[in-house]
């Protein structure tokens, strides 16, 4: 920029002796007059502060000390910016793609359906809130509590319809006694033969949980030839003596115990009465475990921790290409409207199948638009940032930390490092070039 | 946004803690004030205080004029950009004769600067009323500068009545009745806890106190200023007591990954419900106050018990508060600032709602509702007073979202079995920071 600058004001410097020439003065005068407030505007705001940027970035958090490249080692050597970086990439590769390729699908299809005006308005419509507004909704709909976030939600409909919820979900064992997890299936460990009493103790189940119906729990009295026993609620205000069945603690009635072999294989299944109690009559010599099934206690469905560390950045991604999928339709219609209609009807006359005038015919001539629509998602992709702090909840940060962001962070989170900061600007300066010169490139053909 | 603001200024306090002058002790007067008529002259105030605050503020004022009726006493509130205010002030050469700051930094980089003066004269009268801990966060090497009229208090668990009920159980006084009351919470099947982790704090708030319990105070300060490494034994421990409530995913609403995105709002909203999510939140004096419509009343919907002693530790206080200095000495600053040492003056505002004095001599009684009694006595009988340590370090580590101290401890949460690898983290990031700083 600054030289262009001075290959202007140059000629308007030598003047003085060029005064036998007035249209010289006319021509570079009126240029000039008109260039000046551009000029002016562009080295105050983007020359000026690039140069300084790229100086800053050679020296220390205080600005006092030179201290060359190590800022930039340090760019590549950090963790958490080496993460950035690494995000910054994925986000290159995965989101411009998607973005294209969802716009083109829209704008093909709605091509072909009545309504189609409505369906673009309301595919556009994230364009409409800036994206830090949609991060915000995008947070929420988020959160893993499926009664809160509305993505799980949808979620724990399909899963809970797969694997209902069982009459004690989250019930635990009240003693050591027992041993298994809910997941496996609770077993009493002492082996049980004909004349014993089993004693299922179980606790962490909510007062209003327990079904309805309960009454008292017993223990019930031995049976000559079987094997009786007692599923209860070893909870009573205040904790009570967990594996003693105490006045006040309810029997769960509707609970199916098995009786297992000593392999573990099921042989008897029965269900308690409303005091808790059960009873296997007549059961066969031998020694057996009483056990509730994992049935009994599969928990409603948790959701999917979306904002966890592992899964924020595919979130956030989805909740981006959901705001531009809209943009990138649009552009596409336009350019699908301007393809000659002949061309397709050609092909088709030809005998061509719809995907194979689509892959053959509509994406090639569609070719310069959907360059454009890939370029300039890879120019925002790389400067993507607000949208990720707004999702991001601050501890997996880190984790879903892009480059633009890592800037941020640095320079003004609270590290105040403006030379680690500067030399960041910097590197994603270098990332957007080679981009840029892409699109000035393709600008000139074009025109 | 306001932490930040704290903790930026305090990372510029902690370089002006290192070295600033010394004064002399003098014999003062304690207890209550005489009044007199013969003091005359107008000062200037200015605090952080607006709304319903500045109007209590203005009625302490007032208090202060039925001693002192010669003495006009202007107030002008600074809100939230008071810190700056101040230091443009003193730029300028135009201070207020008093202002009443949140930050202990603050006071130190004033103090370095000579901007604040010395009122070792009433050293006595404020040690007389609020104990020597609480003294002391409002002196610089030895000298006093500032009294902390209006405190805070982080060192109390919220908890919701009908849960605590249902499962039979009363506040526990001690780290090990925390546990067994835990234990029985969710024997209940009530999940136990609710934990904001999102942006660290309200875990490192945590963390404070714990360590002020199980190492005392001086480790307290000494880790503050980083004179002791954070893979110290007795950070570890207190760490594997934390592990008690948030090392187990059960004990926590949603989860450890449901804690990890909850922010500190949505956490207390969780306790603070009618149909809670979680029974106990560990929060400082200000959760009710950020439930939006909470629905509960207090004292019979939820209610508060101070955080318990750890093997025995004596009642402790993690807390924040604001610290009333004198820019200009003159007769009538003095006046008002001993005004302001009196349980007289914190009386007059304890009355009217919105306040705990860390005053020792405060009649309980008239705080207006019980859950302050219980927060601000709390405050006022603590025999030691520690400022919130993420306000006492460099911004980069104690203080910033995602980074340093609030990540260590986030990462904890999320990783509770890895206590080494978590301290030498938080070791190596307190180490670039205060080489920084």
């Known amino acids: 920029m600054s030289e262009s600058a001075t290959t202007v004001e140059a000629p308007s410097g030598g003047l003085p002796p060029a005064t036998d020439e007035p249209g010289l003065i006319r021509r570079y005068g009126v240029t000039l007059v008109f260039l000046a407030p551009t000029l002016v505007l562009l080295t105050v705001w983007v020359v000026y502060p690039t140069l300084r940027t790229i100086h800053r970035s050679f020296y220390d958090r205080s600005g006092d ?75 929420l709909m ?36 027992l041993e298994g997890s809910p997941a496996r299936g609770i077993v009493l460990q002492a082996p049980l033969e004909a004349g014993s009493v ?3 103790g179980l606790t962490a189940i909510r007062e209003a949980d327990v079904p309805s119906g309960a009454e008292q729990a017993v223990v019930p009295e031995a049976l000559a030839g079987g094997i009786t026993g007692v599923v209860w609620r070893d909870f009573k205000p205040g904790g009570g003596t967990p594996g003693e069945l105490e006045q006040g603690e309810l029997g769960l009635p509707g609970v199916t115990v098995e009786l297992r072999s000593q392999g573990g294989e099921p042989t008897l299944e029965t269900t308690t009465e409303p005091d808790g109690t059960f009873v296997f009559e007549e059961v066969a010599a031998g020694s057996y475990r009483a056990a509730i099934g994992p049935d009994t206690f599969t928990e409603p469905y948790a959701g999917v921790s979306w904002l966890s ?32 209609r002949d061309l397709l009807e050609a092909a088709r006359t030809d005998g061509a199948s719809e995907w194979q005038v689509f892959r053959r015919v509509t994406v090639p001539l569609l070719a310069p638009v959907l360059s454009v629509v890939f370029v300039t998602m890879l120019i925002y992709v790389l400067k993507v940032f607000d949208i990720v702090i707004a999702i991001a909840p601050g501890s997996v940060e880190d984790d879903a930390n892009v480059v633009a962001l890592a800037m941020w962070r640095t320079s003004f989170g609270g590290v105040n490092d403006f030379g680690l900061g500067a030399a960041i600007a910097v590197f994603l300066f270098l990332l957007v070039i080679p981009i840029l010169a892409l699109n000035i490139r393709r600008f000139r053909r074009e025109l | 946004m306001r932490k930040r603001w704290l903790a930026l200024a305090s990372l510029v306090g902690v370089l ?82 008093i202002a009443c700051i949140a930050q202990p930094g603050l006071i130190a980089q004033f103090a370095e600067q000579g901007a604040i003066q010395p009122i070792d004269d009433l050293r006595d009268a404020i040690v007389d009323n609020f104990g020597e801990s609480v003294a002391d966060v409002g002196a610089v090497d030895g000298t006093q500068y500032a009294i902390m009229f209006k405190g805070a208090n982080k060192s109390t668990i919220w908890y919701n009545v009908a849960d605590f009920e249902e499962a039979g159980v009363e506040p526990p006084e001690t780290w090990d009745d925390l546990n067994e009351v835990t234990s029985t919470i969710k024997a209940a099947g009530i999940t136990p806890y609710s934990v904001g982790v999102d942006a660290g704090w309200p875990i490192s708030d945590i963390f404070e106190n714990i360590y002020l319990r199980t190492a005392g105070a001086d480790m307290y300060d000494q880790l503050a200023n980083h004179e002791i490494p954070w893979t110290d034994q007795s950070v570890k421990d207190a760490l594997t007591l934390m592990a008690d409530v948030v090392g187990d995913s059960s004990n926590m609403a949603g989860g450890t990954d449901g804690a990890l995105e909850t922010t500190f709002d949505a956490s207390a909203a969780k306790v603070f419900s009618e149909s809670p999510q979680a029974a106990m939140l560990i929060l400082g004096d200000f959760a009710p106050g950020v439930v939006k419509n909470n629905p509960l009343e207090p004292v019979t919907g939820y209610n508060v018990f101070a955080f318990p002693s750890i093997e025995g530790s004596s009642p402790a206080v993690v807390g924040g508060g604001d610290l009333c200095a004198n820019f ?15 349980p007289e003056a914190a009386e007059i505002w304890a009355e009217r709602g919105g306040f705990s004095s860390p005053n020792k001599n405060v009649d309980p009684d008239v705080y207006a509702d019980e859950i302050t009694r219980t927060t601000a006595t709390g405050l006022a009988e603590a025999e030691t007073f520690r400022f919130d340590m ?48």
């Open chain 1, 309 to 340: 560390a592992r899964l924020i950045t595919p979130a956030i991604m989805m909740a981006y290409i959901w705001v531009w999928a809209g943009f990138s339709m649009v552009v596409i219609a336009a350019g699908l409207a301007a393809i000659p």
């Open chain 1, 198 to 200: 089993a004693r299922l």
């Open chain 2, 328 to 342: 200009k000495t003159s007769e009538a600053a003095t006046a008002f600032l001993e005004y302001l040492t009196t």
């Open chain 2, 16 to 97: 002006a803690f290192v070295a600033a002058g010394c004064g002399g002790d003098d014999d003062g007067g304690g207890g209550s004030v005489e009044g007199s008529e013969d003091v005359t002259g107008t000062i200037s105030t200015m605090g952080t205080w607006a709304g319903p605050e500045q109007a209590s503020f203005q009625a302490v004022i007032d208090g202060f004029n039925e001693l002192y009726p010669n003495v006009t006493v202007k107030f002008t509130s600074g809100g939230n950009n008071l810190a700056p205010l101040l230091s443009t002030a003193v730029q300028g050469g135009n201070p207020p004769d």
């Open chain 1, 65 to 139: 000390d030179f201290i060359g490249i190590d800022n930039y080692r340090t760019l590549f050597t950090d963790d958490a910016l080496v993460t950035a970086i690494k995000n910054n990439f994925l986000w290159l590769l995965i989101v411009p793609f998607f973005v294209t390729a969802i716009g083109l699908v829209f704008a093909v299809l709605l091509e072909r359906i009545r309504f189609s005006v409505a369906f673009k308005v309301v595919v556009f419509m994230p364009m409409a809130i800036s994206l830090f507004a949609a991060g915000v909704i995008w947070r």
């Open chain 2, 390 to 437: 993420s306000d006492l370090q460099p911004s980069a580590f104690g203080g910033t979202p995602g980074q340093g101290l609030w990540k260590g401890f986030t990462d904890f949460v999320a990783n509770p079995d890895n206590i080494d690898a978590v301290t030498q983290q938080m070791e190596s990031d307190a180490q670039k920071a205060f080489a920084n700083s």
């Open chain 1, 142 to 177: 988020y959160e893993k509590d499926p009664s809160r976030g509305t993505v799980n939600a949808a979620v724990a409909v399909v899963a809970d319809a797969v694997s209902p919820s069982g009459v004690l979900s989250g019930a635990r064992p009240s003693t050591d006694e």
